[in-house]
Nanobody
Framework: QVQLVESGGGLVQPGGSLTLSCAAS????????MGWYRQAPGKQREPVAG???????NYLDSVKGRFSISRDNAKNTVYLQMNSLKPEDTAVYYC???????????WGQGTQVTVSS
């Protein structure tokens, strides 16, 4: 069982910044993957950014150069620094973590990010 607590969403003006965090707790081994997905109204959930236990990262093309993902393994926490936010970044952002021992694929409850003037 893994519990995920997300924080950091909110309302921000275009061009602004937000930092999301997701803390994992419970019984799990190495979190081989920690990442963020988002879902806008009427759209499918899409992967935004991910980071492996080895530190490799990947990003959605539309957020490259604006978003940065990082993790603190001691705190089992993943962060998403979002800069130069655009209205099209508006969505519910979900944290996702995966582990192999035991096998886990868990999702956070979601945090709303709204970019609007």
């Amino acid at each position: 069982q893994v519990q995920l607590v997300e924080s950091g969403g909110g309302l921000v003006q275009p061009g602004g910044s937000l930092t999301l965090s997701c803390a994992a707790s419970g019984n799990f081994g190495t979190l081989i993957f920690m990442g963020w997905y988002r879902q806008a109204p009427g759209k499918q959930r899409e992967p935004v950014a991910g980071i492996t236990s080895g530190g490799s990262t990947n990003y959605l093309d539309s957020v490259k150069g604006r978003f940065s993902i990082s993790r603190d393994n001691a705190k089992n926490t993943v962060y998403l620094q979002m800069n130069s936010l655009k209205p099209e970044d508006t969505a519910v952002y979900y944290c996702n973590v995966r582990s192999l021992g035991p096998q886990i694929d868990s999702w956070g409850q979601g945090t709303q990010v709204t970019v609007s003037s």
